[in-house]
Protein backbone atom coordinates (compact mmCIF):
# COMPACT_ATOMS: atom_id res chain seq x y z
CA UNK A 1 0.00 0.00 0.00
CA UNK A 2 1.01 3.78 0.19
CA UNK A 3 0.87 4.17 3.56
CA UNK A 4 1.69 2.67 6.77
CA UNK A 5 -1.53 0.36 7.73
CA UNK A 6 -2.64 -0.72 11.33
CA UNK A 7 -5.26 -2.89 12.05
CA UNK A 8 -7.94 -2.98 13.63
CA UNK A 9 -8.46 0.49 13.84
CA UNK A 10 -10.55 -0.01 16.99
CA UNK A 11 -10.62 -2.71 19.32
CA UNK A 12 -12.65 -3.07 22.79
CA UNK A 13 -11.35 -5.93 24.80
CA UNK A 14 -12.12 -7.08 28.43
CA UNK A 15 -9.45 -6.66 31.17
CA UNK A 16 -7.58 -10.19 31.18
CA UNK A 17 -7.62 -10.63 27.59
CA UNK A 18 -4.97 -10.63 25.10
CA UNK A 19 -4.72 -8.39 22.08
CA UNK A 20 -2.61 -8.56 18.75
CA UNK A 21 -1.77 -5.27 16.96
CA UNK A 22 -1.01 -5.14 13.34
CA UNK A 23 1.34 -2.67 11.48
CA UNK A 24 2.08 -3.07 7.80
CA UNK A 25 4.43 -0.27 7.31
CA UNK A 26 5.72 0.80 3.87
CA UNK A 27 7.58 -1.34 1.39
CA UNK A 28 10.99 -0.75 1.72
CA UNK A 29 11.14 0.96 4.66
CA UNK A 30 13.53 -0.92 6.98
CA UNK A 31 13.01 0.93 10.68
CA UNK A 32 9.69 0.70 12.42
CA UNK A 33 8.77 2.27 15.54
CA UNK A 34 5.78 1.23 18.02
CA UNK A 35 4.04 4.03 20.54
CA UNK A 36 1.27 5.23 22.22
CA UNK A 37 -0.77 7.54 23.32
CA UNK A 38 -2.71 8.35 25.80
CA UNK A 39 -5.74 10.96 25.77
CA UNK A 40 -4.14 14.16 25.41
CA UNK A 41 -1.20 12.94 26.14
CA UNK A 42 2.39 13.11 24.29
CA UNK A 43 3.66 10.24 22.64
CA UNK A 44 5.26 7.37 24.72
CA UNK A 45 8.05 5.38 22.87
CA UNK A 46 7.84 1.46 22.80
CA UNK A 47 9.67 0.11 20.77
CA UNK A 48 11.76 0.47 17.38
CA UNK A 49 12.86 -2.31 14.50
CA UNK A 50 15.85 -2.77 12.29
CA UNK A 51 15.10 -4.55 9.50
CA UNK A 52 13.60 -8.09 12.04
CA UNK A 53 15.35 -6.95 15.22
CA UNK A 54 14.72 -4.86 17.64
CA UNK A 55 18.34 -3.21 19.03
CA UNK A 56 15.85 -1.13 21.61
CA UNK A 57 13.43 -2.53 23.85
CA UNK A 58 13.40 -0.30 26.70
CA UNK A 59 10.03 1.45 26.54
CA UNK A 60 8.07 -1.30 26.52
CA UNK A 61 5.65 -0.72 29.93
CA UNK A 62 5.92 -4.37 31.39
CA UNK A 63 6.63 -8.29 30.44
CA UNK A 64 2.76 -8.35 29.31
CA UNK A 65 3.95 -6.39 26.02
CA UNK A 66 6.00 -7.59 22.83
CA UNK A 67 6.43 -7.40 19.79
CA UNK A 68 8.03 -8.93 16.66
CA UNK A 69 8.63 -8.33 13.36
CA UNK A 70 8.99 -10.78 10.16
CA UNK A 71 10.57 -10.50 6.63
CA UNK A 72 11.56 -7.07 7.47
CA UNK A 73 8.17 -6.17 7.10
CA UNK A 74 4.65 -6.88 9.18
CA UNK A 75 5.39 -6.06 12.85
CA UNK A 76 2.53 -7.41 15.41
CA UNK A 77 2.63 -5.80 19.08
CA UNK A 78 1.08 -8.23 21.60
CA UNK A 79 -0.41 -7.24 25.11
CA UNK A 80 -1.12 -10.37 27.13
CA UNK A 81 -3.82 -10.28 30.15
CA UNK A 82 -4.23 -6.54 29.05
CA UNK A 83 -5.38 -3.86 32.22
CA UNK A 84 -7.27 -1.03 31.86
CA UNK A 85 -4.29 1.01 31.54
CA UNK A 86 -3.16 -0.17 28.91
CA UNK A 87 -6.26 1.98 26.87
CA UNK A 88 -4.80 4.26 24.23
CA UNK A 89 -3.86 4.73 20.87
CA UNK A 90 -1.22 2.71 19.77
CA UNK A 91 0.94 4.07 16.35
CA UNK A 92 3.14 2.50 14.00
CA UNK A 93 5.48 4.37 12.44
CA UNK A 94 8.54 3.16 9.52
CA UNK A 95 11.21 4.94 8.02
CA UNK A 96 13.29 4.45 4.94
CA UNK A 97 16.88 4.43 6.91
CA UNK A 98 17.22 5.16 10.59
CA UNK A 99 19.52 8.10 11.04
CA UNK A 100 18.32 10.74 8.00
CA UNK A 101 14.64 10.16 7.02
CA UNK A 102 11.52 11.44 8.06
CA UNK A 103 8.55 8.74 9.74
CA UNK A 104 5.60 7.76 8.56
CA UNK A 105 2.67 7.11 11.01
CA UNK A 106 -0.47 4.84 10.34
CA UNK A 107 -3.55 5.61 11.62
CA UNK A 108 -3.33 3.84 14.96
CA UNK A 109 -4.94 1.66 16.51
CA UNK A 110 -7.33 2.81 19.54
CA UNK A 111 -7.62 0.15 22.46
CA UNK A 112 -10.06 0.02 24.92
CA UNK A 113 -9.84 -2.19 27.90
CA UNK A 114 -13.12 -2.32 29.42
CA UNK B 1 16.29 7.42 26.41
CA UNK B 2 17.62 10.95 25.28
CA UNK B 3 15.18 13.75 25.50
CA UNK B 4 13.47 15.96 23.39
CA UNK B 5 12.09 19.12 25.27
CA UNK B 6 9.54 21.41 24.91
CA UNK B 7 6.79 23.89 25.99
CA UNK B 8 3.70 22.54 26.11
CA UNK B 9 1.62 25.82 25.82
CA UNK B 10 -1.07 26.16 24.64
CA UNK B 11 -0.04 28.77 22.89
CA UNK B 12 -3.12 30.96 22.43
CA UNK B 13 -2.55 33.39 19.66
CA UNK B 14 -4.39 35.73 17.44
CA UNK B 15 -4.94 35.03 13.67
CA UNK B 16 -2.34 36.60 11.35
CA UNK B 17 -0.04 36.84 14.51
CA UNK B 18 3.60 35.20 14.71
CA UNK B 19 4.27 32.78 16.87
CA UNK B 20 7.89 30.67 17.93
CA UNK B 21 8.30 28.05 19.26
CA UNK B 22 11.71 26.69 20.74
CA UNK B 23 12.63 22.91 21.21
CA UNK B 24 16.10 21.63 23.08
CA UNK B 25 17.47 18.35 23.34
CA UNK B 26 20.26 17.02 24.88
CA UNK B 27 22.29 14.13 22.74
CA UNK B 28 24.98 15.86 20.69
CA UNK B 29 25.35 13.11 18.45
CA UNK B 30 21.80 13.96 16.99
CA UNK B 31 21.80 13.77 13.30
CA UNK B 32 18.71 14.62 11.75
CA UNK B 33 15.90 16.90 13.38
CA UNK B 34 12.02 17.32 12.54
CA UNK B 35 9.10 19.32 12.83
CA UNK B 36 5.45 17.08 13.10
CA UNK B 37 2.24 18.37 13.41
CA UNK B 38 -0.63 16.17 15.13
CA UNK B 39 -4.21 17.50 14.81
CA UNK B 40 -6.79 16.28 17.35
CA UNK B 41 -7.31 12.57 17.38
CA UNK B 42 -5.35 11.94 14.73
CA UNK B 43 -1.61 10.30 13.66
CA UNK B 44 1.34 12.82 13.43
CA UNK B 45 2.36 14.23 10.26
CA UNK B 46 5.58 16.01 8.99
CA UNK B 47 5.47 19.16 8.69
CA UNK B 48 8.70 19.93 7.69
CA UNK B 49 12.93 18.55 8.23
CA UNK B 50 15.13 21.26 10.00
CA UNK B 51 18.35 21.49 8.17
CA UNK B 52 21.64 22.97 9.44
CA UNK B 53 21.41 26.10 7.50
CA UNK B 54 17.69 26.79 8.30
CA UNK B 55 14.92 26.25 5.78
CA UNK B 56 11.79 27.96 4.77
CA UNK B 57 7.99 26.18 3.32
CA UNK B 58 5.71 29.17 2.66
CA UNK B 59 4.84 30.87 6.15
CA UNK B 60 7.03 28.19 8.33
CA UNK B 61 10.93 28.58 8.85
CA UNK B 62 12.65 25.95 10.67
CA UNK B 63 16.16 26.40 12.63
CA UNK B 64 18.76 24.95 14.10
CA UNK B 65 21.05 25.27 16.59
CA UNK B 66 23.72 22.83 16.95
CA UNK B 67 25.68 24.84 19.52
CA UNK B 68 22.55 25.12 21.86
CA UNK B 69 21.18 22.38 20.71
CA UNK B 70 17.85 24.06 19.97
CA UNK B 71 15.11 24.07 17.01
CA UNK B 72 12.60 26.76 16.52
CA UNK B 73 9.88 26.54 14.26
CA UNK B 74 8.37 30.38 13.26
CA UNK B 75 4.92 30.59 11.89
CA UNK B 76 3.87 33.93 10.63
CA UNK B 77 0.31 34.82 9.65
CA UNK B 78 -1.23 32.53 11.23
CA UNK B 79 -3.93 30.92 10.39
CA UNK B 80 -7.05 29.20 12.06
CA UNK B 81 -5.96 26.01 10.26
CA UNK B 82 -2.68 26.11 11.85
CA UNK B 83 -4.32 25.10 15.27
CA UNK B 84 -2.71 21.70 16.03
CA UNK B 85 0.40 20.26 18.40
CA UNK B 86 3.70 21.04 17.15
CA UNK B 87 5.94 18.33 18.07
CA UNK B 88 9.91 18.22 17.80
CA UNK B 89 11.37 15.01 16.46
CA UNK B 90 15.15 14.21 16.71
CA UNK B 91 16.61 11.17 15.31
CA UNK B 92 20.54 10.23 16.88
CA UNK B 93 20.89 8.36 14.02
CA UNK B 94 24.05 6.15 15.38
CA UNK B 95 23.79 3.12 17.95
CA UNK B 96 20.56 1.61 19.00
CA UNK B 97 18.67 4.93 19.31
CA UNK B 98 15.33 5.79 16.30
CA UNK B 99 13.27 8.98 16.58
CA UNK B 100 12.62 11.00 20.08
CA UNK B 101 9.50 12.62 19.90
CA UNK B 102 8.94 15.78 22.54
CA UNK B 103 5.78 16.00 24.28
CA UNK B 104 4.33 18.56 22.07
CA UNK B 105 3.43 22.35 22.31
CA UNK B 106 -0.38 23.17 21.80
CA UNK B 107 -0.94 26.09 19.48
CA UNK B 108 -4.50 27.66 19.33
CA UNK B 109 -5.22 30.03 17.04
CA UNK B 110 -7.56 32.59 17.94
CA UNK B 111 -10.47 33.89 15.37
Known amino acids: GAGVSQSPSNKVTEKGKDVELRCDPISGHTALYWYRQSLGQGLEFLIY????????KSGLPSDRFSAERTGGSVSTLTIQRTQQEDSAVYLC????????????FGQGTRLTVV | RKEVEQDPGPFNVPEGATVAFNCTYSNSASQSFFWYRQDCRKEPKLLMS???SGNEDGRFTAQLNRASQYISLLIRDSKLSDSATYLCVVNSGGGADGLTFGKGTHLIIQP
Open chain 1, 49 to 56: FQGNSAPD
Open chain 2, 50 to 52: VYS
Open chain 1, 93 to 104: ASSMEKGVTEAF
